[in-house]
């Protein structure tokens, strides 16, 4: 059993009450229908109380000296949002169905990343579970949940969190998350959880009214850094790495998502990340349990293998690259950060052999140089998309590519990146062409929603369609609600369409791609341009080499195709000589054959 240093211990007799408020000298803590009691004050500046007779189910705040009664930062469950009290949460109570779950490998992955709130007309939980046997019909493997930290107000992409421990309650209670957790694994899918430690939300965080939280000497682009280097910051890391333990281990979560590394700003002689995943995996032992980053700046270093061809840190990160050269091939759009990937369609092939398109290249767009080289790490180290919720939300509408192009090159892009050596990941609805937008939405006070309106406008000014007057309000219900899935669409012809063509695609990638994933030692990955036609290999130590080619574009090609091959897919009437526009051809080739 492992003990948190945040948040209540609860004992058979009582709750022993924890806060670290070293800026403070005397902190109650005031139990519902008690009177506040002092807590000792401890020399490493933890305050703490015993508190005999109290169960799960209280509801309890601590009392600053001026006053402020604030929650508990480790809070497990807020019932009445950030600025309530806390309620003690006994999760050993929870009876598990699936002890023997130990989890999926990393090659079997394929991820579908949902918002709880959006992800059914209910947004909660609960309601997910009904759900889950319609992902694990067409393939799913894994879900990747957005962030689900409290946060003010009644919805919320779940970036502006500020109670890691608390699974917001919108959403329901811990229980019901563990509930979800279960009925997944019932299901043979993973669960995945993004969570953000690189900035905390605006509104609700009263850490730093009584402990160094934030810290002057590093930056970010929400303000002063986390303090992960500097005077108290061994309890900051401790908060946050033990959060990570806490999602493994008490949610038996099959792994988390860490949302902009990049952020992350530490000078300590083991950087906090690395902390992290050595302490995460240290408690996932037997289990398998996977590590993804979001990294703008493209470091691959995090990324390593070791000898054996195991992650030493992080298993995969999220692959902007690949989406930005399939967006661009399947648009024609090349606005904004688009940009640096345009005009160039050999970037394609890189994206998808290599991983990152920069590898310490200039980006004239970025105004600087990005990303490091990938040539030691295999396929599998990159998650690889055509939608998720940052390149919908993005956009100024929140629209989706169905919704302004036609299907045929969408079906081509979602081909080769679901046949691919890399991992797929899928944006809820996308398996049935849903339409639903989702843009950017959040709730706070009106001072608070003005911020957020104008910022939203400046930080994407340089992207069409953000100095509209009829820009979709951020704060509104009326955005949130736009964004929730329309699930009669999957029983009407064109939903039931899509969604038999990304099945196809998901069982032939089980069935014929995950096998070659799972074979020891380096893969090769190369490519090359024809033309218009994309060509990717990937060469596995057994002697098989996956095959990838592709027109996309709106003319037919030139291009002759090797007979040494078998044919495991086909989209598009090509000839021998000839690939149709929007085409995609998957082979599997024997060396010497």
């Known amino acids: 059993m492992i003990e948190y240093a945040f948040g209540p211990l609860i004992y058979e007799d009582g709750v022993e009450f924890r806060l670290w408020a070293p800026l403070k000298d005397r902190v109650l803590v005031n139990l519902e229908g008690l009177q506040p009691q002092l807590m000792e004050r401890q020399a490493d500046g933890w305050h703490r109380c015993r508190v005999n007779g109290v169960r799960p189910g209280a509801l309890y705040k601590f009392v600053l000296p001026d006053g402020l009664e604030v929650p508990d930062p480790g809070s497990r469950y807020q019932p009445q949002d950030v600025h309530g009290p806390s309620e003690i949460i006994d999760l050993s109570r929870h009876r598990w169905k699936t002890d023997a779950w130990t989890g999926r490998p990393w090659g079997e992955m394929v991820i579908y990343e949902l918002h709880v709130g959006s992800f059914t007309s209910e947004g909660t939980f609960a309601a997910a579970i009904t759900k889950l046997d319609h992902l694990a019909a067409f393939g799913v493997t894994a879900i990747q949940i957005m962030p689900i930290s409290d946060f003010p107000g009644r919805y919320n ?127 996932a032992a037997g289990r398998h349990v996977h590590l993804i980053v979001e990294n703008e700046d493209n470091d691959s270093d995090l990324l390593e293998r070791d000898q054996n061809g195991r992650a030493v840190h992080f298993t995969a990160q999220w692959n902007d690259d690949v989406h930005h050269v399939l967006h661009i091939a399947a648009t024609g759009e090349s606005f904004g950060y688009y940009l640096d990937y345009a005009d160039d369609p050999s970037k394609i092939g890189l994206a998808l052999a290599e991983g990152f398109v920069f590898q310490g290249e200039h980006m004239p767009y970025r105004g600087e140089s990005r990303g490091k080289p990938t040539s030691n790490l295999p396929p599998t180290a990159f998650v690889s998309f055509i939608q998720n919720h940052d390149q919908i939300g993005n956009r100024a509408l929140g629209d989706r590519m169905i919704t302004y192009r036609p299907l045929e090159p969408l079906k081509a892009v979602t081909a080769l990146y679901l046949l691919s050596a890399q991992i797929p990941m899928l944006f809820m609805g996308e398996e049935w062409g849903a339409r639903q937008p989702f843009p950017y939405f959040c709730d706070f006070d009106e001072d608070l929603n003005e911020k957020v309106r104008q910022g939203r406008r400046e930080e994407l000014s340089r992207l069409p369609g953000f100095d509209a007057d009829d ?33 196809s695609l998901l069982a032939l990638r089980h069935d014929r791609i995950v096998p070659l994933l799972e074979t020891t030692g380096p893969i090769g990955s190369s490519f090359r341009q024809e033309g218009r036609v994309t060509v990717v290999e990937w060469a596995f130590n057994d002697g098989l080499t996956l095959r990838a080619v592709a027109n996309l574009s709106d003319h037919p090609a030139r291009f002759s195709t090797s007979s040494a091959e078998t044919e495991i897919f086909s989209l598009g009437t090509s000839t021998e000589d000839e690939m149709a526009s929007w085409a995609v051809v998957v082979s599997i080739a024997q060396a010497g054959g």
Request: glycine residues 8%; without cysteine.
């Open 157 to 283: 992409w779940g970036y502006d969190g500020v109670l890691p421990y608390a699974p917001d309650s919108t959403y329901g209670r811990p229980e019901d998350l563990m509930a979800l957790v279960d009925a997944a694994h019932e299901r043979g899918i993973g669960v995945f959880l993004d969570v953000v430690y690189n900035h905390f939300g605006p509104d609700g965080n009263y850490l730093p009214n009584y402990a160094p939280l934030f810290t002057e000497s590093h930056k970010t682009p929400w303000g002063n850094g986390v303090n992960y280097d500097g005077d108290g910051s061994r309890a900051v890391r401790e908060f946050l790495i033990q959060n990570a333990v806490y999602w493994i281990k008490e949610f038996r979560l099959d792994g988390l998502r860490l949302d902009a590394v990049h952020a992350i700003k530490d000078d300590s002689e083991e950087h906090l990340l690395h902390e992290l995943a050595r302490r995460v995996r240290a408690i």
């Open 471 to 503: 820009l979709l309000d951020p704060t509104a219900k009326s955005t949130f609600d736009a964004s929730k899935l329309n699930w009669s669409e999957l029983t009407g012809a064109a939903g039931a369409e899509m969604l038999a063509f990304y099945r």
